[in-house]
């Protein structure tokens, strides 16, 4: 996972730190230090990457964009220009003498220019001793360097290291930027619009790419609308069987409803000719052919009574009789019953 990313890329993942950054480098007023902080999976290594390699990039493009081509750039990408240091937890915890280290490096004149550039990745994760050692550096700012601290946990940063911090905080990932980053890391185009429905934590969606519980889920989902849809007298049992047996958890009951209403939701889209909206992609022939057979209205009463449903369970409803109230609700309309 280790894909280099343009401007325009990263400009697609976060927006307003970008439009931030790019203000910072056309004014010439670029911070002595960033925490860059946000949930895992959303650009920030990427985009400290990007901002440092436009400081030492020899051919700018727009006043802003590194080149992505010179010699500075090339270096960067491959992690070895001399005036870039990174610093990153050893074992558990970044200890003291690494914070020492990084500033013997920064008393000598920077190798080949006097720019340079430092990156503390989970910086929350600095010893105490650690941290004091980085606030005495912080606080003798030497206008040539930049810091990048990434934290997925600011609050425990100590308060006089996050004043000293301009502070930029990256947002999950929207539905379209998800499914984007997951197809580019190997994820089944097919599968990754239901994964990004389902969270904006790309850590999560590959779990649940891999994990063997979900996908037998969605087969007994898929097999309940069936059920429902062919034979409503039939709900019950497969309810009794094979729902109550995968769903027994709160949290995996709730996960089942929101597959469930997906369905629903995947048929609703495709009678309002947004194909392209379909999170089962991969059952979108059968989803077309059932799409036919039922009504807008009766959808949005079925995708109504799940609503319910989870409200229901949210409050501590016995999730049997949940279940079972659900089901005759959704086989309301139908012309078996
Ligand atoms: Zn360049």
């Known amino acids: 996972m280790n894909l280099v990313k343009t401007w325009d890329q990263l400009e697609e993942l976060q927006p307003?730190?970008?439009k931030m950054l790019k203000n910072s480098l056309l004014k010439e007023r670029v911070a002595h230090a960033y925490l860059l902080?946000?949930?895992?999976?959303?650009g920030k290594k990427e985009i400290a990457l990007l901002i440092t390699k436009a400081l030492f990039c020899e051919s700018l493009i727009e006043g802003f964009k590194p080149c992505e081509a010179c010699h500075n750039c090339r270096r960067i990408n491959s992690g070895n220009h001399p005036d870039v240091h990174k610093v990153e937890p050893d074992g558990l915890s970044i200890k003291k003498?690494?914070?020492?280290d990084l500033q013997e490096e920064f008393?000598?004149?920077?190798?080949?220019?006097?720019?340079?550039?430092?990156?503390?990745?989970?910086?929350?994760?600095?010893?105490?001793?650690?941290?004091?050692?980085l606030l005495k550096f912080l606080e003798e700012p030497n206008s040539q360097t930049t810091a990048f601290l990434l934290s997925e946990q600011p609050q425990q940063l100590l308060p006089t290291i996050l004043s000293r911090c301009q502070i930029l905080s990256f947002k999950p990932l929207s539905p379209l930027a998800m499914i984007n980053q997951l197809t580019e890391n190997g994820v089944n185009p097919m599968k990754a619009p239901l994964l990004a429905q389902l969270t904006n934590n790309l850590d999560e969606a590959y779990e649940l790419n891999v994990d063997d519980w979900f996908a037998q889920a969605q087969k007994?989902?898929?097999?309940?609308?069936?059920?429902?849809?062919?034979?409503?007298l039939e709900a019950m049992v497969t309810?009794?069987?094979?729902?109550?047996?995968?769903f027994k958890e709160k949290e995996q009951i709730n996960r089942g409803l929101d597959l469930l209403l997906?369905?629903?939701?995947?048929?609703?889209?495709?009678?309002?000719?947004?194909?392209?909206?379909?999170?089962?992609?991969?059952?979108s022939d059968r989803l077309r052919r059932y799409a036919l057979e039922t009504s807008g209205r009766r959808l949005s009463d079925q995708m109504s009574a799940i609503l319910e449903a989870k409200r229901k369970l949210a409050a501590n409803m016995n999730p049997q009789l949940m279940m079972e109230e659900l089901v005759l609700k959704l086989q309301e309309g139908s012309s078996f019953v």
């Open 262 to 283: 997906l369905i629903f939701k995947d048929l609703l889209y495709i009678q309002l000719d947004k194909q392209e909206q379909i999170v089962f992609k991969a059952e």
């Open 37 to 42: 902080e946000g949930i895992r999976g959303t």
């Open 16 to 18: 307003a730190v970008l």
């Open 220 to 232: 007994i989902v898929l097999k309940l609308y069936e059920v429902l849809r062919k034979n409503p």
């Open 97 to 100: 003498q690494q914070i020492q």
């Open 107 to 133: 008393s000598k004149k920077g190798v080949e220019s006097s720019r340079k550039v430092y990156m503390i990745s989970d910086a929350d994760k600095m010893s105490v001793s650690a941290a004091n050692s």
């Open 239 to 246: 309810l009794q069987g094979d729902w109550f047996s995968h």
